[in-house]
């Protein structure tokens, strides 16, 4: 009862402080390899936002977490760090985890314990071309979101390994439930909308998208029909119970077969889509390579009042500490993190700053071809700003 008064109380906190103006705390979770240069780039960028577009003063909250801190302190995602995000901050930013792909004794991923601790119960990446498209030499019109329902499928991480006559067989139990469905589901249609409003914001030119708000439901529910079936039955609910759902925003469903195929043969077929656990992890990567590099594409983790803006991009441990990170990625994800607090403006400000210097194609790092550091992106960017 004490804590979900808490949780209740620091909900009302941020949007009473996000809506006054006045100031919006962000934690700032650099983590491991790359994510302590692309992080500070992100928030150099922040910084120089105009009062004109940002009119709440920003305040960064310095915090711990990942697999070197581990390393160090027994402990991958320490009780103060989550005290501070619930207790003080609106949102956060993360940068990445070195996660060993063996197992390692009390060791669990920090980012998979946030989303968790946190309720962040979806993960939410854009695709986006324009600049992104000319810096990578792809010329189509994509302006896709993905939407992961965050918490469950067969990431519940339920595994065992038995052995009878024939030798050894692994058994992985996979949940689906209504609840995460439903709010996965809610989550889609919502953004779908408020997409929909941050177009009207720019001229019909700037605009990738030109058509009707559309969901894509995506599943196998031909092969999978308990599992699958409730997350296709769940999610189209949302829709046909809600009539400024069905009045404004069209639905399609997709097996995740030929999502898969559709995606990489018309991109820009989509505008959001939604997806169980898995699937989705597998979409949003495979979309990563339409507009070139993960260095590129954002993504937020979300939940009903609270949001950590993380970079799609590892560690990458080969370039840490070389300058030569991309972090265009780091400072989309900011920009997410302004446009879920309620600061449309700044965060259209800085997706167009960045546009800018992907589309005159002299600041480039190495993944796109090009020689330019951290520094420089990051100073181009708050050139344009």
């Known amino acids: 009862m004490h804590s979900a008064l808490r949780t209740a109380q620091a909900a009302a906190r941020r949007t009473m402080a996000t809506a006054s103006g006045k100031t919006l705390t962000i934690g700032l979770i650099p983590a491991d390899g790359i994510g302590r240069e692309v992080i500070p780039a992100a928030r150099q960028v922040l910084e120089a936002l ?20 581990f390393q160090k302190h027994g402990v991958a995602l320490p009780e103060q760090t989550l005290a501070a995000l619930k207790s003080d901050c609106d949102g956060a930013l993360f940068g990445a985890v070195s996660s060993p792909s063996h197992k390692v004794a009390g060791y669990s991923s920090p980012i998979v314990g946030l989303r968790k601790q946190m309720d962040l119960y979806a993960n939410v990446r854009p695709v986006i071309s324009g600049a992104a498209a000319t810096a990578s030499g792809d010329k189509r019109a994509i302006d896709m979101l993905i939407i992961r329902e965050n918490t469950e499928c067969l990431y519940i991480k339920d595994e065992e390994l038995h052995e009878d006559a024939n030798g050894k067989y692994a058994v992985a139990k996979r949940r689906i439930s209504e609840f995460a469905s439903r709010r996965a589901g809610e989550m889609a249609f919502s953004m779908a909308l408020q997409r929909d409003s941050m177009r009207q914001l720019v001229g019909a030119a700037e605009r990738t998208w030109t058509g009707r708000p559309k969901v894509t439901i995506v599943h196998k529910s031909n092969v999978l029909s308990v599992t699958d079936g409730l997350w296709r039955e769940t999610v189209r609910s949302v829709y046909e119970g809600n009539a400024e759902y069905t009045r ?18 018309e991109p820009e077929a989509f505008d959001v ?22 260095g590129l594409v954002p993504s937020a983790n979300v939940g009903d009042s609270f949001v950590v803006g993380e970079p799609v991009h ?39 700053a960045v546009d800018r210097v992907l589309a005159g194609g002299q600041i480039r790092t190495p993944d796109l071809g090009g020689k330019s550091t951290t520094t420089e992106v990051a100073d181009a960017v708050c050139k344009q700003l």
């Not at 399609?252 to 898969?260: G, H, I, T």
């Open 50 to 69: 105009p009062s004109d577009v940002m009119a709440a003063r920003l305040k960064f909250v310095d915090l711990d977490a990942g697999f070197e801190y």
């Open 248 to 265: 404004r925003v069209d639905v399609e469903e997709q097996l995740v077969d030929s999502m898969v195929y559709r995606m990489f043969r």
């Open 273 to 294: 889509v939604v997806a169980p656990n898995m699937y989705g992890d597998i979409i949003s990567d495979g979309a990563a390579a339409l507009v070139g590099s993960l």
């Open 314 to 352: 590892g560690s990458a441990p080969d370039i840490a500490g070389k300058n030569i990170a991309n972090p265009v990625a780091a400072i989309r994800s900011a920009a997410m993190l302004l446009e879920r607090t309620g600061h449309g403006a700044a965060a259209l400000a800085i997706y167009r």
